[in-house]
């Protein structure tokens, strides 16, 4: 190595090598929701009724476990099974925001990553649409086709 311009694509790899591992520390410790202990005996009920036919936004083949996790304030690595969400995206962002906005789960740190990480979309996949960009679109939406579906569901609370 002659001069410092040789060491700049080492520098360069480094860089993006620190910058890989932070982000994969960041995504490491993103977790689940957190249910609120004065609602636990409703989340039973929560979990049934969502995958009622006449609900059914969440796949009825949901195992309660897994569910159950996604309110557990678990990191990522405990979720194996996401949940699969029958329902619209900005319907699973207002469902879990009435959520949040009743009490009867906590803010989690990364709203958007924790959606990202809990639910997949009705074809058993990520959902292709970012949920930070969902939920900054969805700030204006007020209602949904699912209203009264949603709204049967916040009856439990």
């Given amino acids: 190595i002659k001069s410092i311009e040789d060491y700049l694509p080492i520098l360069d790899y480094l860089q993006d090598k620190k910058n890989s591992i932070l982000k994969d520390e960041i995504e490491r410790f993103a977790v689940s929701f957190t249910f609120n202990e004065i609602y636990i005996d409703v989340l039973h009920k ?15 083949k949901t195992r309660m476990v897994d569910f159950y996790k996604i309110f557990l304030n678990v990191p990522k690595e405990i979720i194996h099974n996401p949940i699969i969400w029958l329902g619209s995206q900005s319907d699973l962002i207002r469902v879990f925001d009435k959520l949040i906005q009743k009490g009867v789960i906590h803010q989690p ?14 074809k058993g ?7 930070k960009k969902a939920i900054e679109k969805n700030k204006d939406r007020l209602t949904s086709k699912n209203q009264k579906k949603i709204e049967e569901v916040f009856d439990l609370f």
Wanted: charged share 20%; glycine share 2%; proline share 3%.
């Fill in 46 to 60: 929560f979990y049934h009724l969502l995958k009622e036919e006449r609900i059914g936004l969440i796949c009825p």
């Fill in 109 to 122: 740190k990364n709203f958007a990553k924790a959606l990202y990480i809990c639910f997949f979309d009705h």
């Fill in 125 to 131: 996949t990520k959902f292709s649409y970012s949920f």
